[in-house]
């Protein structure tokens, strides 16, 4: 017994879900690893020359060159960046971003299966020791990378519009240009590390570092509602209910050997003329019930729902879902059952 849903009876509900990832210098293997960034003329550029930043683990082996390491990330995230709508997408707000490349940087790349869609604004915690000293480094969720030591002066930096003057001079004779410490671009799973003091070592040999965040992934909730009327759906299929559980299916086998029926009878188990080593011939026919049980002739009886289907256009059977307690339909009201799911 089936019933088309009206697209009323149907709702789409997305919504986002995080999941904590922690990894650290030695996961490198896993899509967390750190490499340099060092600015310089591409002219006559000779790769013998360059710093390289070799990945090996013992599921990874790969090599970065530091020159073109810098001159990427400039392009792509700090070169004229508020003209470059598609790479400001999801990282915040621009006068909330105070973006500096220096000739220098750090980079902490996260693979896209540990992060999702992003990384959740304002999940980012690196603690990194750097020459004996650990920082606790984290995000403002508008893509800004602060010390936590720091943070009030941060603080007073971001408000006065990042003015060199407010907050981060202050403590720069002792933690190199303070709190500032560099961005992140929570789209791509990037974290740069544009300081030149303190934090420039950063994922140097020696030097470890553990970073934990969230990502971030959209879930869709489905919900289909399913109204059976007031004696509607009042028969029912279940084999208990034939005389003697008697209940069969007829599939005629013909010789002309044309169509699905003259081999889909071969299916069912073997007939009543089995061997003692356990074979037979087939039945080719298989009758159907032709009698009820009693209780359902009488007046009182009404079918149980125990589970509701849910098919496409073609027939083809998508989601189950079952009740926790067979629901008696009703012959006076109208019954109505939820289905909902996460995809």
Request: no cysteine; net charge negative.
């Amino acid at each position: 017994m089936f019933k088309n849903l009206d697209t009323k009876d149907v709702s789409i509900r997305p919504f986002q879900v995080n999941k904590n990832f922690t990894h650290n210098n030695n996961d490198s293997g896993s899509g967390v690893f750190a490499i340099k960034a060092i600015s310089g003329s591409f002219r006559n550029y000779d790769s013998g020359s360059d710093t390289v930043v070799n990945i090996v683990s013992s599921s990874l082996s790969s090599s970065y060159f530091a020159l073109p390491t810098w001159h990427t990330t400039n392009n792509s995230f700090y070169r004229d960046f508020s003209s470059k709508p598609s790479l400001l997408a999801g990282s915040g707000i621009i006068s909330k971003q105070n973006r500096e490349l220096n000739g220098t940087a750090r980079i902490i790349s996260v693979a896209k299966n540990l992060y999702g869609e992003r990384i959740k604004p304002g999940s980012i915690n690196l603690s990194a020791t750097i020459d004996g000293i650990t920082f606790d480094i984290r995000d403002d969720e508008d893509g800004n990378l602060y010390d936590n030591a720091h943070s009030a002066s941060f603080a007073a930096f971001k408000s006065s519009s990042f003015d060199r003057s407010q907050g981060v001079s202050s403590v720069a004779a002792t933690r190199g240009s303070g709190s500032e410490v560099g961005n992140v671009f929570y789209d791509q799973g990037l974290l740069v590390i544009t300081d030149t003091g303190s934090y420039s070592n950063l994922g140097d040999q020696g030097n470890p570092y553990t970073l934990k965040h969230q990502a971030t992934r959209t879930i869709y909730e489905y919900e289909f509602r399913m109204t059976a009327n007031a004696n509607e759906f009042n028969r029912t299929t279940n084999i208990s209910t034939t005389k003697e559980r008697s209940g069969s299916v007829r599939i005629d086998s013909t010789a002309s050997g044309s169509g699905l029926n003259d081999f889909i009878y071969q299916l069912f188990p073997l007939g009543d003329q089995p061997t003692g080593q356990g074979t037979g011939s087939f039945s080719a026919q298989y009758t159907p019930a032709s009698q009820s049980e009693s209780f359902v002739t009488s007046s009182d009886f009404y079918p149980y729902v125990t589970q509701v289907g849910l098919y496409d256009d073609f027939g083809q059977l998508l989601v189950i879902g079952k009740l926790g307690k067979p629901i008696k339909l009703s012959t006076q009201l109208d019954t109505t059952f939820v289905v909902r799911f996460d995809v």
